[in-house]
C-alpha cells in the first residue's frame, strides 16, 4: 500500500529532518572553517566534555539516544520497516537530529500503511 497523503505530524517530522542536518552541519562547518583547532575525531569529543555545562548536554544526548535507539531497533521489528541500520550510521555521520525524526516520519508512514491495508 501507497502512503496517500502526509499527515500534519508527518511534516512537523518531515520539517525537524531537514533543520537536524542542516543547523549541525552549519556549526560543523563554521567550526571546520573558522575554528582554531582542526577537525579531528579526538578533539570533537574533548570539545562535548570541555566543562561542566557541555558535559552536561553531551550526556544528556547520549542517554537519550540509547534510549531512542532501542525504541527504533523494536518498533522497526514490531513495523518490519527496512533500513534500520542507515538510521544508526546517519546519526554518527549527520547527526541525531536528522535520523530522530526521519525515523519518526518513516514510522508514521508505516503506521499510516497499516491502517490503509
Not at 497523503?5 to 563554521?30: C, H, K, Q, S
Not at 566534555?49 to 521489528?77: G, H, L, Q, Y
Request: overall charge positive; hydrophobic content about 60%; proline content about 3%.
Amino acid at each position: 500500500m501507497k502512503v496517500k497523503e502526509f499527515t500534519p505530524i508527518m511534516w512537523f517530522y518531515l520539517i525537524l529532518t531537514i533543520a537536524g542536518a542542516v543547523v549541525p552541519w552549519f556549526f560543523n562547518l563554521r567550526q571546520a572553517l573558522y575554528g582554531t583547532e582542526p577537525f579531528t575525531v579526538t578533539n570533537f569529543l574533548e570539545a562535548g566534555v570541555a566543562n561542566d555545562f557541555v558535559s552536561s548536554i553531551t550526556f544528556d544526548f547520549f542517554i537519550t539516544a540509547t534510549a531512542v535507539f532501542a525504541f527504533m531497533i523494536i518498533e522497526a521489528r514490531r513495523l518490519k520497516m527496512k533500513g534500520l541500520v542507515w538510521y544508526i550510521i546517519f546519526t554518527f555521520l549527520i547527526a541525531f537530529a536528522f535520523t530522530c525524526p526521519l525515523f519518526l516520519f518513516n514510522r508514521e508512514r508505516a503506521l499510516q500503511k497499516i491502517k490503509i491495508g
